[in-house]
């Protein structure tokens, strides 16, 4: 009987250096140690931690199925683990993602992201890991509707039969919590409805119909909405299957090569353009920005995670980089101004509802 495997990205900003534009190495070195020390007692088969911005992102495999709480509990203890050393070096927002003082299960709704999702492995598992810094959840909509439903961008939609037959999008309601799938290509202008809404709409998983299984997860997080206050961008992961069935590696990537804005950056609070970038460069600095992604992509073996390769290393990409900076300071220009400070109903944990109430009774009729 073949056995399924679960791959989990679970992901956390629990201190940044300097400021909030990268993970202190030792930091990373103290979570993947506690991975590593517990992790064959939990169930774990293999493991990658590797980090984007300030946030550390944890890859690992198992055969326990999504939401387990012995996993997500190692997870948990070693983002613990790192906060203590992210306190020692007084490093900035020492576990800040980490909302919650106990475990209860599992870490949705704790603070920290999640993107997994369980298969039975294919002769040939290729899989790619998407991780993004100062950004939301829905800046996965625009990429993900373009790998699965845009034969523009994914010519197999048009040439594999496999594809041919399409997708099921899981769309979650940020504000309410509610799910809807729906199916391309025939109700491809109903999903758009929802997924250019990115502030309230995003991913939550793609499935092939032709195969029957999972194709992509997201994580779905809303750090503000758990917390009641702001406490930073969601910083979303995303997890892909790719070949035989499912949309090519160089599909999957395609979509960055055209730099498209996203919420977050400086704040949390402005519009700008989601870079791709290899991992030696996903450190933002420029305005805490502007927003970065990276991806790394795996062999799975057995569950054993054979790499990474750093996809987003390649020149073929300079070009996107270029335009996402050109793309960068012309939106610096319009300083406090929309569409580069996003809109009000975007920024209720900031000071302006404060500002707001303060000066509500200066408010008079006109005329």
Known sequence: ??????????????????????????????????????????????LHVTSVGDDIVCVVTHRRGPDDAAVHGLAWEAFLAGTEVARRLKLYGAGQDLLSDSFSGNVRGLGPGVAEMTFVERPSEPIVVLMADKTEPGAWNLPLYRIFADPFNTPGLVIDPKLHAGFR?????????????????????????????????????VHSRALGTVAAACSTQRLSRIAGRYVGKDDPVALLRCQNGLPAVGEVLEPFATPHLVAGWMRGSHAGPLMPVALADATPSRFDGPPRVAAIGFQLAEGRLVGPRDLFGDVAFDGARREALEMAAYLRRMGPFQPHRLPLDEMEYTTLPEVAARLAGRWSVSG
Do not use: C, N, W
Request: proline fraction near 4%; charged fraction near 25%; avoid cysteine.
């Open 1 to 46: 009987m073949t056995r399924e495997i679960t791959v989990s990205v679970i992901k956390a900003d629990i201190g940044g250096f300097v400021g909030h534009g990268q993970v202190h190495p030792e930091v990373v070195a103290r979570v993947r140690a506690h991975l590593e020390e517990e992790g064959p007692r939990r169930g774990l088969i293999d």
């Open 169 to 205: 999008f899981d769309i979650l309601d940020l504000h309410t919590d509610r799910r809807i799938s729906l199916f391309t290509p025939e109700e491809s202008y109903d999903a758009l409805v929802f997924l250019g809404a990115t502030s309230r709409y995003a991913i939550q998983a």
